[in-house]
C-alpha cells in the first residue's frame, strides 16, 4: 500500500511539473517583433497603450525601425540672422554649429479601428529648455534674449524638438525626396535676416501635413503642433511654404513687449513670476490666477516695475547664460481645433527622450494626412537637439499597415 501511495505521489507531481511548464511556455513573452531602418510597420492593436511615457509590454509586438538623422552641411548664412546685427556669424554655415551632429533613433507604430500611434525614442545627454531666455547686458543697460541661431557651440540657448512630414495626396518628388522635395537652398536674399533655405511646395494645390512637437511650447497640454507646407509664389529667400493649419490657434506667444525706459522705446519681459528660478515658460493658467505678473514699465537702467514690485537686475540672477533668474521667452496656452489634433506624452529619461503620441486616422480636415491601412505612406524624420532650424534629417522612410 505505502508503494503504491508512493508511486500515486510520483504521478501526480510529474502531471503538476508538465502542468506547469506548458502553463510557462503559454506564458512566455513574444517573438521578437524585429526591425528595420527603412520601414515602420504599424502594428494592429486590440487597445489602445496608455499615453504615459512608460512602454507597455504591447509596444514589444510592434516591428521596430531604427536609424539615425543627420544634420546636413548648409552654405554660409549670407546675413545675419540674431538681433545683434551684422557681424561675422554672415560667414558661417546656415546649420552651424551642429552640421555633421548625428542623433540615433527608434521608432514604433500601432494602430485601432480609430487611432494611429507612435512610440519615438532617441538619445539625448540634456533636455533642452533654456529657450532664449531674457537676460540682462549691463553694458547697454537692455534686456536682451539669448540668441535664436548659435554662432558657436556654447551658443546653443533653445528647445528640443522633433517634426514628422507626411504628403497630403500626390505630392511631387516625395516619394524619392521626401523631406528634401520641400527644401529649396541657396535662394537669394531678399531682406535682411532672411534665410536662404526655405521649406515650400513648387506645385499650386500640393500640401504636406508636418507634426512639430515644441519641448517647451508643446508642454502646457502634451500637444504637437499640426501644421502644414503649401506653394509658395515667391521663389527667393521670403518665400515661406510653411503654415499652421487652418482653423484653431497655436499654443505659444512672445513674452516680449515694447516699453519706454524714458529714453527710448525698448524690448522688455511682458510678464515675469517674481522670485522664481529656472523656469522657461509662462502658462495662461500663471497668467490667469496671478502666479505671473504684467510689467508695466522699465526705467534707464533696467529696472522692470510691475503691480507689488520690482526687478533689479543689479541685484544679480540675469545674467547671460548663467543667470538662474533669467525670464522665460514664451507663454504657453492650448493648441486648439485643426492646431491641436495630436496629444503627446514626452519623457526626459537622463540619456534620451521617449515620446507617445496619437492622432485620429482620419480628422476629416483638409490640411490633415489621412491614414488608409490599405495604402503605404512615404515620410520623413526630423530631430532637433537644442536648435532652432539645425534640424537632423531621416529622409526616404515608407508606413506601413499590418493587415
Not at 521578437?32 to 520601414?39: K, Q, V, W
Not at 531604427?66 to 557681424?87: C, F, I, K, Q
Not at 516619394?175 to 535662394?187: D, F, G
Not at 486648439?336 to 496629444?343: A, K, L, Q, Y
Request: charged share 25%; net charge negative; aromatic share 12%.
Amino acid at each position: 500500500m505505502q508503494k503504491y501511495f508512493s508511486y500515486l505521489i510520483a504521478i501526480v507531481f510529474l502531471g503538476t511539473v508538465v502542468s506547469l511548464s506548458s502553463c510557462t511556455k503559454d506564458e512566455d513573452p513574444p517573438a521578437d517583433a524585429g526591425e528595420s531602418t527603412t520601414e515602420l510597420l504599424v502594428k494592429k492593436f486590440s487597445a489602445a497603450p496608455a499615453l504615459d511615457g512608460d512602454i507597455e509590454e504591447m509596444w514589444g509586438t510592434a516591428q521596430r525601425l531604427v536609424g539615425t538623422t543627420e544634420v546636413p552641411s548648409l552654405a554660409a548664412r549670407g546675413t545675419y540672422l540674431n538681433g545683434d546685427g551684422e557681424g561675422f556669424e554672415e560667414s558661417i554655415g546656415l546649420f552651424a554649429p551642429y552640421s555633421g551632429e548625428k542623433y540615433d533613433f527608434t521608432m514604433r507604430a500601432g494602430y485601432t479601428a480609430e487611432n494611429i500611434y507612435f512610440l519615438l525614442e532617441w538619445k539625448d545627454d540634456e533636455d533642452s529648455k533654456d529657450r532664449q531666455s531674457w537676460y540682462f547686458d549691463p553694458s547697454d543697460k537692455l534686456w536682451k534674449g539669448e540668441h535664436k541661431y548659435a554662432n558657436d557651440a556654447g551658443d546653443k540657448f533653445y528647445e528640443d524638438k522633433f517634426s514628422f512630414l507626411f504628403p497630403i495626396g500626390e505630392v511631387s518628388n516625395f516619394s524619392s525626396a521626401t523631406c528634401y522635395a520641400t527644401c529649396h537652398q541657396n535662394l537669394v536674399i531678399e531682406n535682411p535676416k532672411d534665410k536662404h533655405t526655405r521649406h515650400y511646395l513648387t506645385v499650386e494645390g500640393e500640401k504636406i501635413d508636418m507634426w512639430h512637437w515644441k519641448r517647451v511650447r508643446g508642454t502646457y497640454q502634451g500637444q504637437i503642433d499640426d501644421q502644414k507646407m503649401v506653394y509658395a509664389e515667391a521663389t527667393g529667400s521670403a518665400a515661406n511654404g510653411r503654415k499652421g493649419d487652418a482653423t484653431g490657434q497655436g499654443g505659444y506667444s512672445n513674452n516680449s513687449q515694447t516699453l519706454n525706459n524714458g529714453n527710448a522705446d525698448v524690448s522688455v519681459p511682458k510678464y515675469v513670476i517674481p522670485n522664481k528660478t529656472e523656469y522657461y515658460w509662462i502658462s495662461m493658467d500663471d497668467i490667469d490666477d496671478g502666479t505671473a505678473k504684467l510689467i508695466t514699465a522699465v526705467d534707464a537702467e533696467g529696472v522692470l516695475t510691475y503691480e507689488g514690485g520690482s526687478i533689479n537686475p543689479a541685484d544679480g540672477g540675469y545674467e547671460h547664460a548663467t543667470g538662474n533668474k533669467r525670464l522665460p521667452s514664451v507663454t504657453t496656452r492650448p493648441f486648439t481645433e485643426g492646431r491641436g489634433d495630436i496629444s503627446i506624452t514626452a519623457v526626459y529619461t537622463g540619456t534620451g527622450w521617449v515620446c507617445e503620441f496619437t492622432r485620429k486616422l482620419n480628422t476629416n480636415d483638409e490640411d490633415d494626412v489621412v491614414f488608409e491601412i490599405s495604402k503605404e505612406l512615404p515620410f520623413g524624420l526630423a530631430i532637433f537637439n537644442n536648435a532652432a532650424i539645425a534640424h537632423a534629417i531621416k529622409p526616404n522612410l515608407m508606413l506601413k499597415f499590418e493587415q
